[in-house]
């Protein structure tokens, strides 16, 4: 659950540290106070999309860091682990952003993606925001909300992925089919230059070898001539320098008994006469060795002159046919497949058959938890004063798949005025779905397994004795998570455990927002003024103290 979270110069917070408690707790305050920057900073931390115009007016950056107890959330855990980040008790999540857009985020310390701040916050938190009832009226989120409640994500994921699979290996054929002739001559192409590099037989070592026997045959008389030359100066000639450092040697080596001082030197003239003794014996081995061939470097020419005209042919380097004719020989495997239509066909079949499969099984846990959402979720309906409502969640059979599957989810409300169930875009007032949205959102939350549940302002069009029915609900979901709710209704906060106060101050002339626990007598001021608007009366203070009193003590329903 959510233990701590630090906001430092986020919109109009300069710096806020806030404990969180368990059970069920409400956010209040006067409009524009900036109760919903409490759930953006945290949504920042989660890996939200970072917009720099979030940063505090004349700050660097804005800085917010949320604590987690993790302890009973082995997945949490086990994605760390996979992940090679720190797993402890606790989880830290921080995000940095600047005044230029730029974010950076970490996660117990260790730098982290907004994406991975995003996947390790499924696990810990799920934020209903005050325009859900609005997303409801979309497809793609009326079969995204059943699939989560249903425990279906991850087979709609497998089917989306086996569907783009079918697609693939269908479009492969129909390519195959409609152009047979020009892969044949593509292919024909392919064949004749794999032959001549293949007859080449050329790799990419040879090359620098070839040029290296090049040089050295193509000045083999110049290398001769200086190795002759050397030995001459060095052994051979009659003034030959081997010699003249031996007797150097020998008369300072006898010079040396009478003035030791000659003795380092003699020393030194010692391991000259070493050196340059093995300076001629490699020598005299080299110029044993190397000869004029005319007809090797006549072989050499033609080798290289071979490789240079298929370079020059194919517009690459030298050393690059090698490549081109691995990347020939791939492409010709691909031909070759691609010329097995019976192949591509078999392949498109056992793909369209692995699709209609997992299909099936989709589109049978859908129909499996279908029934039993609508039947929940119309009673909670009932509860809360749509006592003639039913909801359905309808299959609609598609022709052909798609990539959601084979049919399409649609959220359908009858009984409303009389009315049969139609599409909910199409019966629901906007009060009647923001209660519709709420009874699905409480439903679901009960079957979600993260421990935190944010409810932002998801009570508005609703007032009334509905207004202490959505209470209780929150109520009883804080028995079972942490809740917190951004609200304005006073009968929504009366149920809360605990309870925070939003206001917004001016400091140095800047209007900074604040957030205040209360204890019990500012409760009951705080709600008298959600009751009763700006002017606080006796009546409606002992109406606020009455809400309170009618909330049932922690633990009870």
């Given at each position: 659950?959510?233990?701590?979270?630090?906001?430092?110069?986020?919109?109009?917070?300069?710096?806020?540290?806030?404990?969180?408690?368990?059970?069920?707790?409400?956010?209040?305050?006067?409009?524009?106070?900036?109760?919903?920057?409490?759930?953006?900073?945290?949504?920042?931390?989660?890996?939200?999309?970072?917009?720099?115009?979030?940063?505090?007016?004349?700050?660097?950056?804005?800085?917010?860091?949320?604590?987690?107890?993790?302890?009973?959330?082995?997945?949490?855990?086990?994605?760390?682990?996979?992940?090679?980040?720190?797993?402890?008790?606790?989880?830290?999540?921080?995000?940095?952003?600047?005044?230029?857009?730029?974010?950076?985020?970490?996660?117990?310390?260790?730098?982290?993606?907004?994406?991975?701040?995003?996947?390790?916050?499924?696990?810990?938190?799920?934020?209903?925001?005050?325009?859900?009832?609005?997303?409801?009226?979309?497809?793609?989120?009326?079969?995204?909300?059943?699939?989560?409640?249903?425990?279906?994500?991850?087979?709609?994921?497998?089917?989306?992925?086996?569907?783009?699979?079918?697609?693939?290996?269908?479009?492969?054929?129909?390519?195959?089919?409609?152009?047979?002739?020009?892969?044949?001559?593509?292919?024909?192409?392919?064949?004749?230059?794999?032959?001549?590099?293949?007859?080449?037989?050329?790799?990419?070592?040879?090359?620098?070898?070839?040029?290296?026997?090049?040089?050295?045959?193509?000045?083999?008389?110049?290398?001769?001539?200086?190795?002759?030359?050397?030995?001459?100066?060095?052994?051979?000639?009659?003034?030959?320098?081997?010699?003249?450092?031996?007797?150097?040697?020998?008369?300072?080596?006898?010079?040396?008994?009478?003035?030791?001082?000659?003795?380092?030197?003699?020393?030194?003239?010692?391991?000259?006469?070493?050196?340059?003794?093995?300076?001629?014996?490699?020598?005299?081995?080299?110029?044993?060795?190397?000869?004029?061939?005319?007809?090797?470097?006549?072989?050499?020419?033609?080798?290289?002159?071979?490789?240079?005209?298929?370079?020059?042919?194919?517009?690459?380097?030298?050393?690059?046919?090698?490549?081109?004719?691995?990347?020939?020989?791939?492409?010709?495997?691909?031909?070759?497949?691609?010329?097995?239509?019976?192949?591509?066909?078999?392949?498109?079949?056992?793909?369209?058959?692995?699709?209609?499969?997992?299909?099936?099984?989709?589109?049978?846990?859908?129909?499996?938890?279908?029934?039993?959402?609508?039947?929940?979720?119309?009673?909670?309906?009932?509860?809360?004063?749509?006592?003639?409502?039913?909801?359905?969640?309808?299959?609609?059979?598609?022709?052909?798949?798609?990539?959601?599957?084979?049919?399409?989810?649609?959220?359908?409300?009858?009984?409303?005025?009389?009315?049969?169930?139609?599409?909910?875009?199409?019966?629901?007032?906007?009060?009647?779905?923001?209660?519709?949205?709420?009874?699905?959102?409480?439903?679901?939350?009960?079957?979600?397994?993260?421990?935190?549940?944010?409810?932002?302002?998801?009570?508005?069009?609703?007032?009334?004795?509905?207004?202490?029915?959505?209470?209780?609900?929150?109520?009883?979901?804080?028995?079972?998570?942490?809740?917190?709710?951004?609200?304005?209704?006073?009968?929504?906060?009366?149920?809360?455990?605990?309870?925070?106060?939003?206001?917004?101050?001016?400091?140095?002339?800047?209007?900074?927002?604040?957030?205040?626990p209360l204890a019990e007598d500012q409760r009951i001021r705080e709600i008298a003024r959600m009751l009763g608007g700006v002017e606080v009366t006796d009546i409606t203070l002992a109406h606020a103290s009455e809400l309170l009193?009618?909330?049932p003590e922690k633990g009870q329903k």
């Amino acid at each position: 659950m959510l233990r701590h979270l630090a906001i430092r110069d986020f919109v109009i917070v300069d710096r806020l540290e806030l404990e969180f408690a368990a059970g069920f707790g409400a956010l209040t305050g006067e409009t524009g106070a900036g109760k919903s920057i409490l759930i953006d900073a945290l949504a920042l931390a989660l890996g939200e999309r970072a917009d720099a115009g979030v940063v505090r007016a004349g700050c660097d950056k804005a800085d917010v860091a949320a604590t987690f107890d993790i302890t009973a959330l082995p997945a949490v855990g086990a994605w760390l682990a996979a992940n090679d980040l720190d797993a402890e008790d606790e989880l830290i999540l921080r995000r940095v952003l600047d005044a230029g857009g730029r974010s950076r985020g970490y996660i117990n310390g260790s730098p982290a993606t907004a994406q991975q701040l995003r996947e390790v916050g499924e696990f810990l938190v799920d934020i209903h925001g005050q325009h859900a009832h609005q997303s409801l009226l979309r497809a793609d989120a009326q079969r995204a909300l059943l699939d989560s409640h249903a425990g279906l994500t991850a087979e709609a994921q497998q089917v989306a992925a086996t569907w783009r699979a079918w697609r693939a290996a269908r479009q492969a054929l129909e390519d195959a089919a409609s152009g047979v002739e020009a892969l044949a001559r593509e292919r024909e192409q392919l064949e004749w230059q794999v032959r001549e590099l293949d007859a080449l037989a050329f790799t990419s070592d040879e090359w620098a070898e070839l040029e290296v026997e090049h040089r050295r045959l193509g000045h083999a008389a110049s290398l001769i001539e200086g190795a002759q030359y050397a030995l001459d100066v060095l052994a051979d000639g009659e003034a030959a320098c081997a010699g003249q450092v031996d007797g150097v040697a020998a008369r300072l080596d006898g010079l040396a008994s009478y003035d030791p001082a000659l003795q380092e030197v003699a020393g030194l003239l010692q391991s000259a006469q070493a050196e340059l003794g093995e300076a001629i014996s490699t020598l005299r081995r080299y110029a044993d060795r190397v000869d004029l061939d005319p007809a090797r470097l006549a072989e050499v020419e033609r080798r290289m002159e071979a490789v240079l005209a298929s370079a020059r042919k194919y517009r690459v380097q030298p050393g690059e046919l090698p490549g081109l004719l691995a990347d020939w020989q791939q492409r010709l495997a691909a031909l070759d497949a691609s010329a097995d239509l019976a192949g591509l066909a078999a392949k498109a079949d056992a793909a369209q058959a692995e699709y209609h499969r997992l299909a099936t099984q989709l589109s049978a846990g859908r129909q499996r938890v279908a029934g039993e959402m609508g039947v929940a979720v119309s009673a909670l309906m009932q509860q809360l004063a749509l006592a003639s409502g039913r909801f359905e969640v309808a299959l609609l059979p598609l022709a052909e798949g798609t990539v959601n599957g084979l049919e399409q989810v649609e959220f359908r409300v009858g009984g409303l005025a009389g009315q049969e169930a139609k599409a909910l875009a199409k019966v629901a007032s906007g009060g009647e779905l923001s209660r519709i949205s709420l009874a699905i959102q409480v439903l679901t939350s009960r079957s979600a397994s993260v421990p935190t549940l944010i409810f932002d302002e998801v009570d508005v069009g609703i007032g009334g004795g509905v207004a202490e029915i959505v209470g209780r609900l929150l109520r009883e979901l804080g028995g079972e998570r942490q809740v917190l709710c951004v609200t304005h209704l006073p009968q929504v906060a009366a149920r809360a455990e605990w309870q925070w106060q939003v206001s917004k101050e001016t400091r140095d002339g800047v209007t900074l927002s604040a957030i205040q626990p209360l204890a019990e007598d500012q409760r009951i001021r705080e709600i008298a003024r959600m009751l009763g608007g700006v002017e606080v009366t006796d009546i409606t203070l002992a109406h606020a103290s009455e809400l309170l009193r009618s909330t049932p003590e922690k633990g009870q329903k």
